[in-house]
Every structure is written in structure tokens, then in C-alpha cells.
């Protein structure tokens, strides 16, 4: 924890908070590693892995500040676009790998045909490359920064140089950076309330469950981000 509170006072740049609507539109975007697997058959065959990947991926330009919301973007070329966007989707149905994920139902699938989604530009460039096709509907332009570049070199130094529990250390700071700015802003909170509190809790909070205890008391799994926009309209009242 001494490396990990010390060096980030080292970082280049601030790490940037978004407020809620944008983070709802770019968390659209946001999806885990891909897998794939295969039954086949090879003799004489080396086999490689990947240090680090999800790390280094990290040294990648990040988005930065928010330069515009973009309301309508026809006109404007993908290729100079640098943020998150709606696009439609083209996705030839010849294709041999689909690479661009969709969720349905909660699942992640890799389709082909025409659906809407929100992607992130530096991955529709890439799948451009591929066949894809899109047009783009509306989006989030950001300037871009390298900012874990140092962080990421630094530790991976360590874990490479290192080993027992300053290696494991070192490979846990580069594994969590990228799942650490990827979380959720709404964290789950479980209390226990008076039923004629209820009303306070409908008007102020975003309620995720009740399980009834008893006649006089409740549980409830709510937000711990209180709605400010609600709170805000009571006050006002």
C-alpha cells in the first residue's frame, strides 16, 4: 500500500470523474476480456503467452477531458474522432471471427447482421480494418493522454526484477488498474429502516430491493449514491 498511495501522487495527469450521464453512456462501451476457444489438432507447435496484456493496454492513449457532446455526428469522420460514440453496426455475415461484442440479455455475444451500440473510436478504427462498417450516431469527444505510461513501466520493472511477495505485489497494482477505474459509481448499501421512514428513502434514493421484515421495519438494498437530481426537486418544492 506505501508503493501504490506514493507513487500515484506521481501520476502525469488527474484522474478524471464523470458525472453520471456520461459514465452511463461510456459504461455502454465497457466489457470484459473476450475468449474464444477451439478443437483442433497441431504437431510441432510452440506455444506463446502474453505478459501483462490488460497493463499494457493501459499505456494506450486515455481519454482525457471532455471536449463536446456531439448531439448529431453526421459529417464527422471516424478517424478523427477520439471518445465514445453510438454507432450502427455493419457487420458482414461472412465474416470469419466477429470481433465487436454486444450484450443481450446480460450475455456478451460477437454477432454479425446490424445492431446499435456504443463503442469506443480506437476499437471501431480497429474493426474497420476487419470489414465493419458504422455509421455514427451521436457521441462523447474526449482529448487523450498517456497516463498509466510510467505507472505501468514501473511496476511491471518490479515484478519482472522481483520475486516472493514484492513480485506478487507488483503484479497485483498492474492486474487491478485496469478493473479499479472501471467500477461501477452506484456501490449496493443494505439497511434496516423504519417502515414510516419509507417515504423519505423512495424520494431521496435509488432503491434496488425491499424485503419486508416485520410490520414496523424493512430491509432495503439501495444505492449509496444518493439521486441529488431528486433531492434537489424536493427542496425546491
Known amino acids: 500500500m506505501i508503493l501504490w498511495c506514493k507513487y500515484c501522487i506521481k501520476l502525469p495527469y488527474p484522474i478524471p470523474i464523470l458525472n453520471k450521464d456520461i459514465d452511463e453512456f461510456v459504461r455502454d462501451a ?7 476457444y477451439y478443437k483442433a489438432f497441431e504437431t510441432n507447435m510452440k506455444y506463446y503467452d502474453v505478459n501483462s496484456l490488460y497493463p499494457n493496454a493501459m499505456k494506450n492513449p486515455m481519454p482525457l477531458k471532455l471536449i463536446k457532446y456531439h448531439k448529431n455526428m453526421d459529417g464527422i469522420n471516424l478517424d478523427s474522432f477520439f471518445g465514445y460514440i453510438e454507432v450502427e453496426v ?27 451500440a456504443t463503442s469506443f473510436s480506437e476499437e471501431l478504427k480497429m474493426m474497420v480494418l476487419l470489414g465493419y462498417k458504422f455509421k455514427l450516431i451521436r457521441g462523447y469527444e474526449f482529448s487523450k493522454a498517456n497516463i498509466f505510461n510510467s505507472y505501468v513501466d514501473h511496476f511491471f520493472n518490479i515484478k519482472k526484477s522481483s520475486t516472493g511477495s514484492r513480485k506478487l505485489i507488483a503484479k497485483l497494482h498492474l492486474n487491478g488498474l485496469y478493473g479499479y477505474f472501471g467500477r461501477r459509481q452506484d456501490l449496493i448499501e443494505t439497511v434496516n429502516v423504519s417502515n414510516n421512514n419509507l417515504p423519505i428513502y423512495f424520494a431521496t434514493r435509488i432503491i434496488k430491493d425491499i424485503l419486508k ?3 414496523d421495519y424493512s430491509t432495503l438494498l439501495l444505492s449509496a449514491n444518493i439521486n441529488h437530481k431528486v433531492k434537489t426537486n424536493i427542496y425546491i418544492k
Do not use: Q
Not at 101 to 107: A, I, L
Open 30 to 36: 465497457y466489457y470484459g476480456g473476450g475468449t474464444d
Open 213 to 215: 421484515i416485520n410490520n
Open 90 to 116: 455493419f457487420c458482414p455475415a461472412d465474416i470469419l471471427r466477429p470481433m465487436l461484442p454486444f450484450k443481450v440479455d446480460g450475455k456478451t455475444i460477437y454477432p454479425t447482421g446490424n445492431w446499435t
